[in-house]
């Protein structure tokens, strides 16, 4: 079989996807003079592209799969696979989202005060549902970059991507409304989806991705109990499963094993120690795969 053709996108998604892959078990090499990492995986070639571009170049077949947000699937239209949602972005393991803002001090409070008014932004064909959505008819242009920057002077307001909202603030910008709220999707060509072999690749890399993004905020534990103490701290214990319990040398003892919510395990150590678990070892997990 020749290789998968892998796209990973280039941009704010570029080092987040290379240390998510890293986790999931392969090594994505990226060198600034090269649009064709290296990975240390014989069945699979990987190409830089920008996820605005991904699910089209996925479509048409230059490439098998790839990762991009849903946004861009949409603004794109294109005809793709979606094998798999990611829910992770530049900076966390949260979405993203579309939002309409104007500057502070703008008298838009609303959709409807769009109407005869420019907006600039990146998705264009988005901006132009979401006014279509509300009867309202405005300009729509397209913008090359630092969109934020273009309110006043160039623009009524704009349509741009945010995590937290930060950057709009420093440009003493203010949210109107959310378009779309996006994640990252694991995507792949029809034909590509339909080939058996290739298949069978692009699933066994969206199930240990994925497993990955499970393992990015949970930790295992392990711990000894007595098993008179058994029901109280099995009681104490949250677990993703039932938590998997072995009997141990000693009859009188078992140890148990489990995965919690690594921000929980800073309250639940002591409420464990108090329920007299005993030899409590924390230890990071890379994939979680149900």
Not at 116 to 133: D, H, N, P, Q
Not at 178 to 198: G, M, Q, V, Y
Not at 242 to 260: E, F, G, K, R
Request: neutral net charge; charged residues 30%; hydrophobic residues 40%.
């Amino acid at each position: 079989m020749p290789p998968l053709k892998l796209g990973i996108p280039k941009g704010s998604l570029q080092d987040s996807t290379v240390e998510l892959f890293a986790r999931a078990g392969w090594r994505v090499s990226v060198s600034s003079r090269s649009y064709y990492p290296t990975i240390d995986d014989p069945e699979i070639e990987c190409m830089l592209v920008r996820a605005q571009e991904m699910a089209r170049y996925v479509e048409h077949g230059g490439l098998d799969c790839g990762l991009t947000g849903k946004d861009w699937i949409i603004e794109s239209g294109a005809d793709v696979q979606e094998v798999a949602e990611l829910v992770y972005s530049k900076t966390s393991l949260g979405r993203v989202r579309w939002v309409l803002a104007v500057a502070e001090n703008s008298n838009i409070n609303s959709v409807k005060d769009l109407e005869g008014k420019v907006i600039a932004t990146e998705a264009v064909r988005m901006t132009e549902k979401y006014l279509e959505r509300n009867g309202v008819k405005a300009r729509v242009e397209f913008s090359w970059g630092a969109t934020e920057v273009k309110v006043p002077k160039l623009a009524d307001a704009i349509v741009e991507i945010t995590e937290t909202g930060s950057s709009l603030r420093a440009n003493r910008l203010r949210i109107v409304d959310t378009l779309l709220e996006s994640e990252t999707w694991f995507i792949a060509n029809r034909a590509a989806w339909k080939d058996p072999r290739k298949r069978e690749k692009i699933d066994g890399l969206a199930m240990l991705l994925d497993g990955a993004i499970k393992a990015y905020s949970r930790v295992g534990l392990l711990l000894n109990v007595r098993r008179e103490d058994l029901e109280n701290v099995i009681a104490t214990l949250p677990s993703l499963r039932n938590p998997t319990i072995s009997q141990l040398s000693d009859p009188n003892w078992v140890a148990i094993n489990t995965i919690v919510e690594e921000k929980t395990v800073r309250q639940l150590i002591p409420k464990l120690k108090a329920a007299r678990a005993e030899g409590i070892v924390e230890y990071p997990l890379n994939k979680v795969v149900y």
